[in-house]
């Protein structure tokens, strides 16, 4: 399918033990109505079901909200499971509470960019569309 | 009557002259700053309040006097001329150890109860060498898996002179009983303890989403909890019916009243219905509201939850007895509102939402430090969290009179609106059948999940402010505070007390008592007494969740 007409499509993943979801459902919807397709984990997800749910709904991007702190732990697993099942474009964006000292080693590990509290959902739609690798 | 009527006929005329006179002459040489003035929650406010919008409130029937039905003005006659607040701030993180001392400087600084915040692990009824612990543990609170760390928790504070709040609330049951079971070897009375555990699971369903069992079982174990305490801990308040977490996901002030306190009000359905006495268990039910930016809103947000439980409780449940119809809250400020932006700014809101909090009559008190939106807080942004509430009771006067509001057009007015609002609310979920029946169709958790969308959408028009985010932004802002990191070997020191506990027990006297947590859960029973049994034979906390889910299985949450 040609890019100009395919949407976007992206997973919303909430890994972790945390339940604090009100972020992710407001970027899930903000998405949405920017016109990208969203598919929305559910809470709780290993970053195996993550990666699992990434191939097999064969998005474009991942994003992943973490407030709890394990983000050290958890998104440099998902980044690699992705890699280790080929897909190596898929786009990994992770919102929520990171500390400015974790920013740039989490970039080192594959993830694209970091969007902390106050950023607007335009901003990271903005980013999404302009940053996801075309599709053949 | 009559002569009621002609006032109020006045009052329009008087209204109506200033109106079309020193009004239009104002807007004739300044018109208004925007053609709309909202609330945080998006709540209409007028230009005006006088006592045409208070025409229908009666000061018998709906103000009354502090310490009176329906205790609008609130429960105690004298307001805090008697007791401040309890100055309680939630605190936890890293091991037992750590926030031990955190504890025991807070104690020392004049604050005057404690309140336990546990990891995420915890809350999920997960011991920390559980792989789903991994990167969790000690992060978000305090790591607890049995017994022996709760020993290590409370070890040197004396359970029957400070009181403690447990923010637990899936695996409460096995929290309060760990609880007790320190109490008895500190040799406290069960009968003279007290302290509050969180332990409402309606709210996990619609907002805070850390739920372990489908929602019928999970409300069986919260009557549990409710019967043993009537009983044996008679002074414990067994639930802390939160309105904060729905307030943080999102909800409108009026959300956050009406699912509360219909919340509340499923509670004592459950608790008549399982035989127990209204007059016994009903005035140990507590409430806990947020603290948000909207000054009056909050305000009156207080003001109506204390009036609709008196009446609640005295028309629908026939109560007599004033503890009954009298409602006891905590308030904590909003973490939602605290910004990365600027992180001093949020020491400035965190005042001014603990001065709402205390014009609305709170009990107790949380005040978030200024680091909340970066980390857990350190030892100096938790000192002025502290400090800011001394401020308020000691230096600004406001708590010298009871009720220092009552009476004002605006405030009462706005009681009134948020009172027949949350009525509205009680009348859609009693149509599905009640607060359960409400969770399982998804209708609070939408309601919710749109009223953060819209405010989100408002924020982005730039119709709500938040300071240093969408205005006045700062570009090449400095990192400007330190924060607290906890070291990822808190899990290390976790896994190896779990080891030596497991190690050291007589397990065949944990199996068998975990078998009759299992038994009593089968059987209908309460399963108090059982988990007791358990925790005193440090059974973990993982193995006595899995008991129960061995039983009632695990809930899982539909679409919406």
């Known amino acids: 399918m040609d890019n100009s007409t395919r949407k976007i499509r992206v997973l919303v993943a909430k890994p972790g033990l945390d339940g604090h979801d009100r972020g992710a459902k407001v970027i899930a919807r903000a998405l949405r109505d920017a016109g990208m397709e969203v598919i929305y984990t559910g809470l709780r997800q290993t970053p195996e079901m993550i990666a699992a749910a990434a191939l097999q709904e064969d998005v474009d991007a991942v994003g992943v909200s973490i407030l709890s702190g394990a983000h050290n732990t958890l998104c440099p697993r998902i980044v690699s499971l992705l890699r280790e099942q080929g897909m190596t474009d898929t786009l990994v964006v992770l919102g929520g509470i990171v500390p400015q000292e974790d920013i740039a080693k989490l970039k080192e590990q594959g993830v694209a960019e970091i969007f902390l509290p106050g950023t607007s959902t335009q901003e990271i739609a903005t980013f999404i569309r302009e940053n996801v690798k075309p599709r053949e | ?560």
């Open chain 2, 1 to 560: 009557m009559q002569e009621l009527k002609e006032a109020s006929s006045q009052d329009q005329l008087k209204r109506n002259r200033w109106e079309e006179i020193t009004l239009q002459k104002s807007l004739g040489r300044q018109p208004e700053r925007t053609s709309k003035f909202q609330t945080v929650s998006l709540a209409n406010i007028a230009r005006l309040y006088d006592p045409t919008d208070v025409a229908d409130v009666s000061f018998d029937r709906d103000i009354s006097f502090p310490g009176e039905f329906p205790y609008t003005r609130g429960i105690h006659a004298t307001g805090y001329r008697g007791k401040l607040w309890t100055m309680r701030q939630f605190a936890g993180f890293g091991t037992p150890e750590e926030t031990n001392a955190r504890f025991k400087y807070l104690l020392k600084e004049g604050q005057t109860g404690l309140s336990v915040a546990y990891d995420l692990p915890a809350l999920m009824g997960y011991d920390a060498d559980s792989s789903l612990s991994e990167g969790e543990v000690g992060k978000c609170g305090v790591a607890v898996s049995s017994l022996a760390d709760m020993e290590a928790l409370f070890e040197g504070i004396p359970l029957d002179q400070v009181t403690v709040s447990q923010t637990i609330n899936a695996p409460a049951s096995v929290f309060l009983a760990m609880y007790l079971v320190v109490a008895e070897k500190q040799n406290a009375d069960w009968k003279k303890i007290s302290g509050t555990l969180q332990n409402d699971i309606l709210k996990e369903y619609i907002a805070q989403k850390e739920w372990i069992y489908p929602i019928r079982s999970a409300m069986k174990l919260v009557i549990d909890t409710f019967e043993f305490c009537t009983n044996h801990v008679p002074r414990y308040n067994p639930i802390s019916v939160s309105g904060y977490h729905i307030r943080e996901a999102g909800a409108t002030a009026l959300q956050e009243l009406a699912f509360t306190l219909r919340d509340g009000i499923e509670y004592v359905d459950w608790g008549m219905r399982a035989g127990l006495d209204l007059e016994r268990f009903v005035p140990r039910i507590s409430f806990f509201f947020n603290a948000h930016n909207d000054f009056f809103e909050e305000i009156a947000k207080y003001r109506a939850a204390r009036r609709i439980w008196a009446r609640v409780m005295r028309d629908q449940f026939g109560a007599v007895n004033e503890r009954v119809m009298q409602m006891r809250f905590h308030t904590q400020t909003a973490g939602v509102s605290l910004t990365v932006q600027q992180p001093l700014n949020n020491i400035v809101r965190v005042a001014i939402q603990a001065l709402a909090g205390v014009l609305g009559g709170t009990q107790s008190l949380h005040t978030d430090a200024y680091d909340e939106a970066l980390a857990l807080p350190t030892d100096r942004a938790a000192l002025i969290a502290l400090r800011t509430q001394q401020i308020i009771a000691e230096e600004t006067g406001v708590a010298n009179t009871a009720d220092p509001l009552g009476g004002s057009y605006f405030v009462e007015a706005l009681t009134t609106e948020m009172e027949q609002g949350a009525l509205d609310y009680f009348d859609r979920i009693d149509a599905m059948g009640g607060m359960v029946e409400a969770v399982e169709k998804g209708f609070p958790q939408r309601e919710v999940q749109d009223s953060a969308y819209q405010y989100q959408k408002a924020l982005e028009r730039g119709e709500q402010t938040i300071v240093g985010v969408n205005k006045y932004a700062m570009a090449d802002e400095l990192q400007e505070v330190p924060i607290l990191v906890i070291d990822e070997n808190v899990r290390n020191h976790q896994v190896e007390r779990l080891e030596r506990t497991r190690a050291q027990r007589d397990n065949s006297a944990v199996e068998r008592t975990l078998d009759a947590v299992r038994k009593a859960a089968q059987r209908g029973d309460n399963t108090m007494p059982a988990t007791i049994d358990a925790v005193r034979e440090y059974a973990t906390l993982g193995e006595i969740c899995s008991a129960l889910r061995d039983v009632y299985g695990i809930y899982e949450e539909p679409a919406i």
